[in-house]
């Protein structure tokens, strides 16, 4: 896709994935591409595979059939584990090592898999924090935190892996209404740093104003995938109207 003069570059590019779990076709032949500084909204009923699609993307789940490609290189078993090292994952429960400070939430990683410098790593953390405005927070344990703190130091960690693609899933289903809002505040601050986003969420608001594209994704596939404006605008898909008629409403 081109913007401006300027072609960017493809980050990830899925072709015609298949996966099933015994039986069930979960994804029927699906393909995305990701472009970098995307922001890709994926939204759609529950069950429809968003999760499993997401997942898919680093390793988490085998595909039956199909391939995936991250800037250009096929993934394999062989590569998988150095390119996931590139894709940071934020789930709906934080997943934060609950007996770690948020320091060493933060610190763990880096040094200990990738053997960066500790000073280097703690300078890195406190940027990170004050950034997303939990600094204050740098010795608090996860049981000392709000959702939408904790959530807040899931995505700082993630940043510390220095990742160039962010996958999200749900990641404000879980929080209070007030802290919905700096959770995705937090991830709008991302779009604008450039990072590269697919994003699982039902925010339309937020999908309005963020999003570069959305998809809807329902019975493992993907029936829309469209630039935002369209998306809310003009859809001529009937599942996606009914189906933003009732979120849009709820
Ligand atoms: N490990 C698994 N084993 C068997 N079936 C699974 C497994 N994980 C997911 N499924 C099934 O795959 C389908 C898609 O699940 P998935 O979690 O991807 O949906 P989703 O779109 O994320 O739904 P939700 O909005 O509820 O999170 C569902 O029918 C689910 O029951
Ligand atoms: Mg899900």
């Known amino acids: 896709m081109s913007e401006g003069l300027g072609q960017r570059e493809t ?12 039986e069930l076709v979960v ?27 997401l997942r898919t993307i680093n390793g988490l789940e085998k595909i039956n059939s199909g391939e995936i490609y991250y800037r250009g290189t096929k993934i394999d078993h062989k590569n998988i584990n150095s390119i996931r090292k590139h894709i940071g994952m934020v789930f709906q429960q934080f997943n ?4 770690l400070s948020v320091r060493d939430n933060l610190l763990i990683a880096p040094i200990k898999t990738q053997h960066k410098s ?9 940027e990170e924090l004050e950034i997303f405005g939990i600094a204050d927070k740098i010795d608090a344990y996860p049981h000392q935190l709000s959702g939408g703190q ?3 130091v899931a995505i700082v960690r993630s940043l510390m892996m ?10 404000t289903s879980a929080l209070d209404p007030e802290m919905i809002r700096e959770v995705l505040d937090s991830m709008r601050r991302l779009s604008e740093m450039g990072m590269t986003m697919i994003i ?3 925010e339309m608001g937020f999908a309005k104003e963020v999003a570069s594209r959305v998809c809807f994704l329902e019975n493992a596939k993907i029936r829309v995938n469209t630039d ?11 599942r996606l109207n009914q189906f933003l008629s009732v979120i849009l409403h709820h």
């Open 96 to 99: 934060l090592f609950n007996n």
């Open 228 to 238: 935002t404006k369209s998306f809310f605008e003009n859809s001529q898909d009937e």
């Open 27 to 53: 994804l029927d032949d699906v393909s995305l591409e990701v472009y970098e500084h995307d922001v890709i909204v994926l939204c759609g009923p529950s069950g429809g595979g968003k999760s499993t699609l």
């Open 200 to 202: 699982v969420t039902h």
């Open 162 to 171: 220095e990742p160039d693609l962010m996958l999200f899933d749900e990641p």
């Open 118 to 126: 500790k000073e280097e790593m703690l300078k890195k953390a406190m």
């Open 11 to 22: 980050i990830l590019s899925m072709k015609n994935i298949s996966k099933k779990f015994g």
């Open 150 to 152: 904790k959530q807040r």
